[in-house]
């Protein structure tokens, strides 16, 4: 072999195969997520042919492997990082920059059971830059939970993970199957070459051939979702980083993530609702039985206040568009509101109360602002103000209930509180289901408890024939909170009809509590 590899492709110069003949195949990840297991449970005993091959370097480990009837040359960059100084990041990019730069295909690995960390995040986006093939391994993943957890690392971008365990040898085949159908397809005489020094080639070269006719893979690339800690991540990086355009986003949810940390503890909410419903009462109510601690100040738009108060479990910052009402005075009579008001609020706000009155009944126009409300993604509580003045109680908050079921299908199990602005009867729930729906809103749901769930409603009802084939959908994972955003993927999984998504929808919030916040549903289409 080492002959071999030593002679000059002379007769072809635009061969296309790597310099050594070989296709490479490169095992990456972060240290200690089991590479060179896996590197040995490909290598086998065929390592022994290269183990003091001379100019390899001692810390690097390459093997020869035969997978499926192809030849290849296996580099595992495990013994590489332990030799790099510097941070963390710095010696998983030293190690495996050259060896992945040299790769026809990477094997990128993550430990199945610590879960996607902020390095296999920051590899990952670093990896995908690199134009390269890449097969994502989620080792460890033995066993039924295993295999679940796995499934996690589709948030990072690299397509299908395959759960895999290269301890006790589960998904080994399926991922020497991926990897023959992942590398450049051999011309037949390439093919032919490649194999000829090893033993029983005639077969190994037979198949080589078969498989070099197989289309090669393609990788589906979603965007990076997964929530990771964006600070640490920046923290351990470079200026090539900073000019890196995938970089800014990093960036940009970083800043996210601190600007969430700055206002720790500080529940931001807002009171919407049409003129004279009763929030500046509501406001004063508030501000008289919570202990004030700053405010009113000028909100964050010309035509909003906001005052920060405590209530046993925190500060809450109450937004309130002063502007909106001073409109609303001018046009009372038309009981004009400015939707563009309202949407200020909103974004200010992670759980907004909308107030009604409740002598009124729920109206079109309070219907209209909550569907503002869900479509920025807030929490949302329903405010059932005036009740000192409702005659009969029961009937008026049937109607309502009734009204909320028709109509406000969006954020179903919505918290409605009623009580009296003026006299303060009730008001004292308020906050608490505010906090209710804060938490609600900032729900994560394991992705091993939303496959489970996700099989089952699977098997309730089969998803329906789309142009007279199945959608097979195959995992969900939840990709963000604020409000919770879960991914789901599957073949043409974009094309599933909206009242099977609605179906999906409901059963999530059932299932796992998601009252009254509205619920984002991506689906990605694999192949
Ligand atoms: P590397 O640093 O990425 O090369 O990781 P190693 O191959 O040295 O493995 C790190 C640790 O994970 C070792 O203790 C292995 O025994 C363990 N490990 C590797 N593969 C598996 C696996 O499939 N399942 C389990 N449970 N442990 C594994
Ligand atoms: P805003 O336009 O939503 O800020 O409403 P205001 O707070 O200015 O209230 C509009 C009118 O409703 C005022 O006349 C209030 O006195 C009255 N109001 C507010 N809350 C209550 C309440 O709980 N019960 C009754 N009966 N009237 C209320």
Redesign the pocket.
Known sequence: MAERRKTPRASRPEAPLPKEGLPTVVIAGRPNVGKSTLFNRLVGRRQALVADQPGVTRDRKEGEAMLRGRLVRLIDTAGLEEAAPDTLYGRMRASSESAVQQADLVLFCIDARAGITPADAHFASWLRRQNRKVILVANKAEGRSGAAAAMEAFSLGLGDPLALSAEHGDGIADLMGEIAESLPPMAEAEAAEAVEPVKGSARARARAAREAKGQPKTSVQPEPEVEVNFADILEGSTQADADDPMFAEFAEQAAFVEDETAVAGVLKIAFV??????????LNRVLGEERMITGPEPGLTRDSIAVMVRDEHGEVQIVDTAGL?RK?RIDERLEKMSTSATIEALKMAEVVVL?I?A?LGLHEQDLQIARLIEREGRGCVLAL?????VEDRVATRKAIYDRLEISLTQMRGIEVVS?????GAGVNKLLPAVRRTAEIWNTRVSTGELNRWFDSALERHAPPLVSGRRLKLRYITQVKSRPPTFLIFGTRAEQLPDDYRRYLVNGLRESFGLDGVPIRLQLRGTK
Do not use: I
């Open positions: 609702g049409r003129p004279n419903a009763g929030k500046s009462t509501l009402r609303a107030v009155d002598t103000n005036k009740w000192d003045a009580f009296s602005a003026t006299t």
